[in-house]
C-alpha cells in the first residue's frame, strides 16, 4: 500500500463522512488534550510503510467494513447512551427509578418486566402467582404503560425493552402513550429486543413456536420501517447467549447466525433488505477478558458488514451497520465480596468503550444477591461517567487499533466464528441448528469446560475460589413487597370494570381473524386494541389459541 492510498482514502473519508457529520453534530470539545496538554487527534493511522492491509480490514469509522466504529468521529461527538436496566414491583414504582436515574444523568430508559408479562400474563392470570413485579415491572395494560412513562417525555428520552414473545403487543403500548403525549410515532426513539430465538437457545422466555413467533417480529419491521423509523426493530442478543456459558466466539458466531435468520425471514415475507436491516440492533455482553472483549466487538462489526453487503446484496451503507447494547456480564458477579464487582464492572464497562458500543449498561454490585439498590445503581451509573468524562478513552476514535495483539484477536476471533457460522448455513440456518440442539449443546459443553476449570482451581475467580475472606453479609437488599401482586391484580380488574367490553371483544375478534390470515398485519390491531386498554394477557390469550405454544424438545 502507497502513502498516496492512504492518504487519499482518509481525504475521501473526511470530505464524504467527516466534514457531514461535523456539521449536523460538532463534535463535543474544539480540541482534546491529555492531562499533560499533549493535544488528540480525531483518528490515528498506520505509518504508510506498515499499512499492509489497513483499509481492506480496518478501514475508516463510520465507512465500510465499519471495524473502527459506525459512527465517523464516533465519542468525540457524542457519548454513548448510558442505559440502568431497571425495573421491579408495580409500574408506579419503577417510574420512580427511572426518574431518579434520569436526574443521576442517564441519558436513555431500559425497562425489565416481569416474568409474567415477558411471557404474556396478566397479573391476574393463575400462571401469574408469585412472579408478579419480582424480577421486573409488571405491564397488564397500557393504564400500566401510561404509569410506568408518566413525565417522561418519549421525544427526548430513547426506551429500551427487554421483551421479545409479545414484544410487538408492547411496543404498542408505548405508540399507545406517545399518542396520548402527543408525540408523533416518527419521533420515537428506542429499542424493543423482539429476538426469539435466543429465548429458544438460551433463556426459555418464549411462548409461540418458531413460525408464528418469526411472522410477529416481519410483521413489527415492517410497520416500524414505515411509521417509526428511528425505533430499532430488534435487538439480537448476543448478551443471553454469553450468560448461558458461551465462549466470546460462540457469542459472535450464534448471535450473527441469529440476525441471518431475521434477515431471510423478513426477505421471505416481501420486504425489502433497505427498508428494514438499518432498523436492525444488536446486544453483547461484556466480560472480564479485557482485549478479547474489545476485539470481540471489532470483529462482530466487520463480519456483519461483510453478510450484510456480500451475502445479502444490501446497497444503503447503514444496513452494514452493526449498531450495538452491551451490557456487563451478569453471569460474572459474585455473592462474595460483592464490592469487587465494582472493579469487574469498571473493566468490562471499558472494554464495551474501547470497543465502540452505541449504548451501555452497567451491573450494579449487589445483583448476585438481589435486585439493586439506589445506591449500587449510582455506583454502577458512576462507571460510566468517570469512564466518559475522566479516562480520555473517549478523546479518539477506536484508541487500541494497530495493537499487535488487538489485531490478532480481531481476525481470530472473526476467522473462527465465520466457520461456526458456515457450519450452521450447512445446517440450512439458525432455526433448523436450534431444533436440532446443535447451537445449545455447544454452549452446554462451553460452561461445562469453565465450570471445571473454575473448580479445579485453573480459572482463578477471585473470592471464589481464592482470596477468600469471612463474610457477615449484612449487605443492603432491594426486596419486593409481596403486596405489589395484589395491588397490581387490582389495577387490572379496575381497568377491565371501567372499559368498553363491546370494542374489546371486536378488537379479540379482529385480532383472531388476522392471526388466521399469514398475510394479514397485526400490528394496526395490537395499536388499535391496547388503546381501548385490551390487555395483554387478552392478546397473547388469543394468539396461543391460534398459534400454539412452544414446547422445547425432550432433550433441552
Not at 416481501?270 to 472483549?293: M, P, R, V
Request: charged letters at 20%; glycine letters at 8%; hydrophobic letters at 40%.
Amino acid at each position: 500500500m502507497t502513502k498516496a492510498s492512504v492518504s487519499q482514502a482518509a481525504n475521501i473519508w473526511y470530505e464524504t463522512l467527516v466534514a457531514p457529520t461535523l456539521a449536523r453534530t460538532p463534535e463535543r470539545k474544539p480540541q482534546f488534550f491529555t492531562a499533560s496538554e499533549i493535544p488528540v487527534d480525531r483518528l490515528y493511522l498506520p505509518k504508510d510503510e506498515l499499512a499492509g492491509d489497513y483499509l481492506e480490514k480496518l478501514g475508516f469509522p463510520g465507512d465500510y467494513p465499519f471495524t473502527r466504529g459506525v459512527q465517523p468521529t464516533m465519542y468525540r461527538g457524542r457519548l454513548w447512551t448510558m442505559r440502568q436496566y431497571a425495573g421491579f414491583g408495580t409500574a408506579a414504582e419503577s417510574n420512580r427509578r427511572y426518574k431518579y436515574l434520569l436526574e443521576q444523568g442517564q441519558t436513555g430508559l431500559s425497562v425489565a418486566f416481569d416474568l409474567p408479562t415477558q411471557i404474556g400474563y396478566d397479573a391476574d392470570d393463575p400462571m401469574a402467582y408469585g412472579e408478579v413485579g419480582k424480577v421486573g415491572v409488571a405491564i397488564s395494560s397500557l393504564a400500566d404503560m401510561e404509569t410506568l412513562l408518566d413525565g417522561i417525555p418519549l421525544d427526548k428520552v430513547s426506551v429500551s425493552m427487554t421483551i421479545n414473545a409479545p414484544a410487538a403487543i408492547l411496543l404498542a403500548m408505548v405508540i399507545g402513550v406517545a399518542r396520548k403525549q402527543g408525540v408523533p410515532e416518527t419521533a420515537l426513539r428506542g429499542t424493543v429486543q423482539n429476538d426469539i430465538l435466543k429465548e429458544y437457545i438460551a433463556r426459555g422466555t418464549y411462548i409461540f413456536p418458531p413460525q408464528p413467533s418469526m411472522r410477529l417480529i416481519t410483521d413489527l419491521f415492517r410497520y416500524c420501517s414505515r411509521h417509526v423509523p428511528k425505533w430499532n426493530t430488534i435487538s439480537i442478543s448476543g448478551y443471553h447467549i454469553r450468560e448461558a456459558g458461551s465462549t466470546a466466539v460462540q457469542e459472535v458466531a450464534f448471535t450473527l447466525a441469529n440476525g441471518m435468520a431475521y434477515v431471510r425471514a423478513a426477505l421471505e415475507a416481501g420486504l425489502d433488505i433497505d427498508e428494514f436491516a438499518g432498523q436492525l440492533s444488536f446486544f453483547f455482553n461484556a466480560h472480564n477478558h479485557l482485549l478479547e472483549e474489545v476485539a470481540k466487538f471489532r470483529a462482530a462489526r466487520r463480519l456483519w458488514a461483510r453478510i450484510m453487503r456480500e451475502r445479502f446484496g444490501a446497497k444503503d451503507p447503514r444496513s452494514w451497520s452493526l449498531r450495538f447494547h452491551t451490557q456487563t456480564g451478569g453471569s460474572t458477579l459474585t455473592a462474595q465480596q460483592p464490592e469487587n464487582n465494582i472493579v469487574r464492572v469498571t473493566l468490562q464497562a471499558l472494554a464495551a468503550v474501547l470497543g465502540g458500543t452505541q449504548s451501555l449498561h452497567t451491573n450494579s454490585m449487589d445483583e448476585a444477591l438481589a435486585l439493586p439498590t439506589e445506591k449500587a445503581v449510582q455506583i454502577a451509573l458512576r462507571t460510566q461517567q468517570i469512564i466518559a468524562y475522566e479516562s480520555g478513552v473517549a478523546d479518539t476514535v477506536d484508541p487500541l487499533a494497530g495493537s499487535y495483539f488487538i489485531e490478532y484477536l480481531t481476525d481470530e476471533i472473526e476467522r473462527r466464528a465465520c466457520e461456526y457460522i458456515e457450519r450452521i448455513e450447512a445446517m440450512g440456518g439458525a432455526v433448523r441448528a436450534i431444533e436440532e440442539g446443535f447451537i445449545q449443546r455447544e454452549i452446554q459443553e462451553a460452561a461445562y469446560r469453565t465450570q471445571q476449570a473454575i473448580e479445579s482451581g485453573e480459572q482463578i475467580v477471585v473470592g471464589v475460589n481464592r482470596f477468600q475472606v469471612p463474610e457477615t453479609h449484612d449487605h443492603e437488599i432491594l426486596r419486593v413487597d409481596e403486596a405489589v401482586q395484589a395491588e397490581q391484580i387490582a389495577r387490572v380488574q379496575a381497568v377491565r370494570a371501567r372499559r368498553d367490553t363491546h370494542r374489546v371483544a371486536a378488537w379479540l375478534e379482529q385480532i383472531e381473524r388476522a392471526a388466521r390470515d399469514p398475510q394479514a398485519p397485526l400490528m394496526p390491531l395490537f395499536i388499535g386494541a391496547v388503546q381501548d386498554y385490551v390487555t395483554l394477557g387478552e392478546i397473547c390469550g388469543v394468539l396461543r389459541r391460534v398459534f400454539g405454544e412452544y414446547q422445547p424438545p425432550m432433550w433441552v
